[in-house]
């Protein structure tokens, strides 16, 4: 791949995205999950830049971003009232819905599948972006493939410097993990990977809702199976502050990242505070990750294991800490 010049810009850029976007070209994008690295999603050429770029298995499909609801009948067909029910209480928001895919959506899109995942992201400047390009915009997390996902455009930049002429900045995201994925195609609707949108919230818009909890998944949603959001250095989760010590000691140089009342009890010397929330705890995630994996050798992890509330956040914990038997 040929060395381009990464520019980093605000509002100001929205209109070289868009000529760059028009061009065939990825561009980045922030939205409230992560930031998402963007072409046009009917342009199989372009398309396929993004694999480049991320060095993303062929296999993996990738979420189409639009602007709201009236647009998704451009890339999805026979589109059930159910999905026009959960973008008018959830859109725009972290939930991507999986539906039949239009004849125009390329397969590399979709990875070879007849479905297509849709969402319209709650950021300004991704959605003024997709309004002004007039395009759904193919869009997966902007981090090379299997390296924690970006929230910040710094860390977009360590990943994708050279390879993709801009960046939008739009800040941290306000969410801090990728978006729930809901498939509609299934008899029953389906959670594929669970994000911020909640079992609970998608049942009482629909009713009954099934979650794998990640498990059966792996066969539906083709990405889940490769390994994801790892950070660059060994990371371990621990139950206990008992065991986050123990962990600690073992090794060294290492780091505890945990709630307050698990780092009260956890008497080491390098520790971080998570956040309190599950809200507070998504959000500053995968930057606690970004930023401290080139300086540790080990991150151990509070686990959240038997606390609901916080299962899609223990999903992105079990991937960074689960070991290496598969890709
Ligand atoms: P990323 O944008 O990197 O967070 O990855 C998008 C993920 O969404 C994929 O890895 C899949 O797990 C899921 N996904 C996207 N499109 C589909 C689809 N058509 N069917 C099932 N899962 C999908
Ligand atoms: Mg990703």
Known sequence: MDKIETQIGGIEKIDEAVRLLHEGEVVVIPTETVYGLAANALNAKAVKKIFLAKGRPQDNPLIVHI??????????VDIPESAYLLWEEFSPGPLT????KHPLVPYVTTAGLETVGIRIPNNELALETIRRSN???AAPSANISGRVSPTEARFVYDDMNGKIPLILDGGPCKVGIESTVLDLTKETPTILRPGAITEDMLSACLGK????KGKVVRAASPGMKYAHYKPMCA????????????LYNHFTNSLVIAR??????CDVDNKIHLGETPEECMRNYFRILR???????VIIIESFENEPQYLALQNRIAKATEKPDKI
């Open 135 to 137: 395009l759904p915009l």
């Open 291 to 297: 930023e401290n994996e080139n300086i540790y050798d």
């Open 67 to 76: 602007e709201d609801a009236n647009k998704a009948k451009m890339v999805a």
């Open 209 to 212: 809702v099934v979650n794998h």
């Open 97 to 100: 819905i999986v539906l039949k």
């Open 235 to 246: 990371c371990f989760a621990a139950k206990t502050s008992d065991e986050a010590k123990e």
């Open 260 to 265: 307050q009342d698990f780092l009260d009890t």
